[in-house]
């Protein structure tokens, strides 16, 4: 499985990596300047799951959420059934610990964020949302960080002595799986590896957690966010784009992302359009992204080109590229090129918690483009 932030790339040989790479193998090919940081040291006496009940009414929540375990959740290696609510939550991957967060449980483990983190391997909405549980790191409260640089922290997170594994928005292959059922029971990923979308992480892990209502209610205040803030940007309507990657450096020409993907996905919901020649060319397809040759770049039709880029220099390498320069939306000005790690992990591992952090600096980015078609 390549990398979902940047696909193709392969930690050795710069090719398009195997299916069931290693975290460690996505985490290197995720950007050159990725710096991998020490594993956190782990003290179970640190672990918590948030603040105890402090009312009757958060005792009856809790009671209620209770009762209605146990729960079978359906993934794509099978099903996982839940006994009693968990009380010590593990997460896998990106979104899972966002999702359960924002859910008001604080996970006694969490991965860092290696690439588009801060200094604490974490994020910003992240930190926001647990210092509101009390639990912000640093605290006595706060989850234990492993590192899943070098692949599933297996050790790791069976020192915390999880009652579940939450995986819904992951790559883990089947043999991750079956050891990580050892541990606890596992909550994989439906159908797609990264493939799904943040509503259903938070549908499955709201299941996971007895917190079904709460799910149910997060998805819907965070599309009505979301639907408000882009309401302020009618030029973007029915614009066309690609969601892509561009780097005239490498050798292994465009990638662009496909409908399965969070990216495209999270422009088409805002009201954009997936440019028909990706509809075209990746019909049926189950991957994330389809290779595209450079000397094709000119038939890239759209009114909008996304990419991440490395650097400001790199924008100006594709706009004067031979073959990449010639992208329509390139040469119309109509190129939205990130160079802010954090703001491409938001869009592209969102969640409840990363969506509505991003909005105030990404609609503008995408607004501009939109204005110069």
Known sequence: MTSPLFPGWSAVTGGTAAAGTTRRSLLKTAGKATAVLAAAALSLAACSTGPAASSASEASATSSASAQFPVTIKHVF???????????????????????????????????????????GSTPWKDAALEELGAGFGSDKAPV???????????????????????????????????????????????????????????IIGKALGK????????????????????????????????????????DGVN???????????????????????EENSKGSKEFFIEWSAEKANELESDIFVTWVPDAKTTDSIK???LLGQIPAVKNGAMVADSDNTLTLSISASSPLSLPWSLDTFLPQLAKAADAV
């Open 145 to 203: 960080q492993f590192s899943e640089a070098d692949g599933i922290n297996f050790t790791e997170i069976a020192k915390l002595n999880p009652d579940v594994i939450l995986g819904a928005y992951s790559g883990l292959t089947e043999e991750d799986y079956k050891k990580l059922s050892e541990i606890a029971p596992v909550v994989a990923h439906p159908e797609l590896a990264y493939g799904t979308s943040w509503q259903d992480s938070t549908s």
């Open 78 to 120: 099978g099903e996982t059934t839940i006994k009693e609510q968990p009380k010590r939550v593990v997460t896998v991957s990106w979104v899972n610990d966002d999702v359960a967060i924002a859910l008001g449980v604080v996970p006694v483990g969490v991965p860092k964020n290696e690439w588009g983190g801060n200094a604490k």
């Open 212 to 251: 079904e209502a709460e799910a149910t209610k997060l998805i819907a205040d965070t599309e009505a966010t979301v639907k408000d803030k882009v309401a302020a940007y009618p030029q973007l309507a029915g614009k066309s784009f690609i969601y892509g990657n561009l780097e005239p450096a490498k050798s």
């Open 256 to 278: 662009v992302y496909t409908a399965n993907d969070n990216r495209p996905r999270f422009l088409s919901e805002i009201g954009m359009k997936l440019a028909p020649v990706v």
């Open 320 to 322: 004067s590229d031979p």
